[in-house]
């Protein structure tokens, strides 16, 4: 009990003084090693270093850099071109074709700061420029950019898969309904909300014509062939996760250069220092955060807080209440990834010991978590969505919340109707 009252303590006490993600997780783990145990200290360093040795984990950058490589190749201004011809003419049609381009681009990026920034960059300032209001116009992107860690590739599920050795395959197919559920939702919401301020239709596609919406699929068929290469290659056993990612940047490549022309050396030479720079970030989190599960690990310290847990109530609907709770709160002050690195070892032994499959417990932590990325203080989404819109942060905060509100329906909806997640996966078993 010592030693977890040292290992949370110095973390909370180092997140308090806005240390790094990363080297908090590293000073908690040293801290309690040095105090409370008798293992040597070098223990963190070596399995920082190591923990990246992982070829599930370069899924991670292949698919950074295949989203990036997508949008600056033109792939994401034909999926607004196809979202526009699909939904544009409803009311508040600008705000419905955001998250129809944010679903479509989350099926290629598995990001969802990438979504906000690839969707928001165009139709932020469109939304202004039509006199929506710009915490909406900035809230909408904000929101549904959180889809693109749910609808696969997703690259939270494949952390997610490889912490808790769960089949990542089996995460992809697990979130596409749910993807889609929050999809739906959002666009009902942002929906209502148009009705309610007399938001009108795009200009100039006042009602649906058929013809413009197989013309615009037409120009996006190489977008839409993206999710079909790495599903069915995964499930056609031609490929794993990772050599999907490798073949996605390929394809990405190819249709930028070859197909639409709109990639160059430049655009190349920028994508992949993009990627290095978020892989990077992305990476050293990682890696202080395994070193701290594999900590927890050792020390039995999720065994002890599952126990607690169980002392509570063995009732797993109560559990799922608990923890769902505590993921809300997590969310709005650690990232996802982190996040998830943390508490998969923690959660998973609690969730599986009351029946609950591991699979869809992997869905219902990746969508809690997603909500924080519209959530402050962290709400890395709002910031993005700030950033291109050139929208206060205020503003937006304010703009996401009836769409946070409408996601967190949707999770308790994920969380008690198992069969949502685990449909698809049952028939691929």
Known sequence: MNIIIILFAVLLVCFLIGVPIAISLGAAAIVAIWFGTDLPINLIAQKAFTSLDSFSLLAIPFFILAGILMGRGGISKRLLAMATALVGWIRGGLSLVTIVACMFFAAIAGSGPATVAAIGSFMIPAMIDNKYHKGFSAGVPAAAGSIGVIIPPSIPFVVYGAVGSVSVGAMFMAGILPGILIGAALLITAYLISKKRGYKPQEGAEKLVFKDVLKASWDAKWALFVPVIIL?????????????????????????VFI??????????????????????????????????????????????????????????????????LLLIVGMFIDTISALIILTPILLPVVTSVGIDPVHFGVILVVALAIGFVTPPLGVNLFVASSVGKVKFEQVATGVMPFVLIMIVCLLIIAFIPAISMFLPGLFE
């Open 232 to 256: 069915g290659g995964i499930y056609g056993g031609v490929f794993s996760p990772t050599e999907a990612a490798v073949t996605a940047v390929v394809y990405a490549i190819i249709v930028g």
């Open 260 to 325: 639409h022309k709109e990639l160059d050396w430049k655009g190349m030479y920028d994508a992949f220092m993009e990627t290095i720079l978020i892989n990077a970030t992305t990476m050293i989190i990682i890696s202080f955060s395994v070193s701290f599960a594999f900590f927890m690990t050792l020390e039995q310290i999720p065994n002890t807080i599952a126990d607690g847990l169980m002392q509570l109530t063995s009732n797993p609907i109560f559990i799922l209440i608990i923890i769902i709770i």
